[in-house]
């Protein structure tokens, strides 16, 4: 039995995406077999093969192993975006040169603007599951003078995640996860 996420990539795409080609592009000309046996007989080639095709998505102490496999660290698997920037007088939430605007007088207007911005940026306007970066919440957390799990909640309830998916979300925030997934 294997510890893959199955169906990750259905629903979040991005993240799949991201992985395969990072292993892809790690690997280069060299063979998977020799990266199995590298392994230390924890993957198979086929496994390396399903996870290279994004058909499966490794869970994060997986992900990790496959790290040390393939020689890339979080860095790459995350890449630096630009800060947030919220501007709660001018009613503005922008990353990346792009801005979403917002009542001022409305908090929740803001992670719903934040959304927005993300699935802007993301070229994925419908996009019903969202990795959000760590960073992100903690600014918007400071921004609402909130608790960072608070504010995952309440992005999971604006997305329509369950009651648990939310309180999952919000665990790994307070555990330090630097994406949280919220599947809407």
Avoid: C, N
């Amino acid at each position: 039995m294997s510890d893959v996420t199955h169906g990750i990539a259905d629903r979040e795409p991005t993240f799949a995406q991201r992985v395969s080609k990072l292993l892809r592009g790690r690997r280069g000309r060299r063979p998977r077999r020799w990266l199995a046996s590298r392994s230390g007989g924890m993957f198979s080639s086929r496994q390396l093969r399903a996870y290279e095709r994004g058909s499966e998505v490794p869970d994060d102490t997986l992900l990790l192993a496959l790290a040390r496999v393939y020689g890339f660290g979080p860095d790459e698997l995350y890449p630096v975006r630009t800060v947030l920037d919220v501007d709660l007088d001018a009613g503005t939430v922008a990353a990346a040169g792009v801005p979403r605007h917002f009542d001022p007088e409305d908090r929740t207007a803001l992670l719903v603007a934040y959304l927005e911005l993300v699935r802007e940026l993301r070229g994925e306007p419908h996009a019903l599951t969202l990795s959000l970066r760590r960073a992100d919440i903690e600014i918007l957390a400071t921004a609402l003078s909130l608790d960072g799990p608070i504010v995952v909640e309440r992005l999971g309830a604006l997305m329509g995640s369950t009651a648990l998916q939310q309180r999952v979300a919000a665990a790994a925030f307070t555990l330090g996860r630097p994406a949280i997934v919220l599947p809407g």
